[in-house]
């Protein structure tokens, strides 16, 4: 498993914009697809977005347009750049990372919370 520490939340006006950090440590960096998943109060976690090695990357509906995720392969380090900022993205964040040859996430971290006041 690799391990998984995240940063960056903190609170903010809607229309505003924050940046997670979430770095990686204990495996190969470029073995995995790294991705972001939020868990709101009462709700289930939902996945936000994912990339992969090359930077092909995919996003939920909800954030897409507003959310842009990047990794630097050298920092073994993923970010989540959020703008336009939404009440409703207000929960917490987590990292989490997938070998490339498994279907599920298998490492996570300790979540960062966002919360979007109105």
């Known amino acids: 498993q690799v391990q998984l520490v995240e940063s960056g939340g903190g609170l903010v006006q809607a229309g505003g914009s924050l940046r997670l950090s979430c770095t990686a440590s204990?495996?190969?960096?470029?073995?995995?697809?790294m991705g972001w998943f939020r868990q709101a109060p009462g709700k289930e976690r939902e996945f936000v977005a994912c990339?992969?090695?090359?930077?092909?990357?995919k996003y939920a509906d909800s954030v897409k347009g507003r959310f842009t995720i990047s990794r630097d392969n050298a920092k073994n380090t993923v970010y989540l750049q959020m703008n336009s900022l939404k009440p409703e993205d207000t929960a917490v964040y987590y990292c989490?990372?997938?070998?490339?040859?498994?279907?599920?996430?298998?490492?996570w971290g300790q979540g960062t919370q966002v919360t979007v006041s109105s």
């Open positions: 204990g495996r190969t960096f470029s073995n995995y697809i």
């Open positions: 989490a990372a997938k070998l490339i040859t498994f279907p599920k996430w298998g490492s």
């Open positions: 990339i992969g090695w090359s930077a092909s990357s």
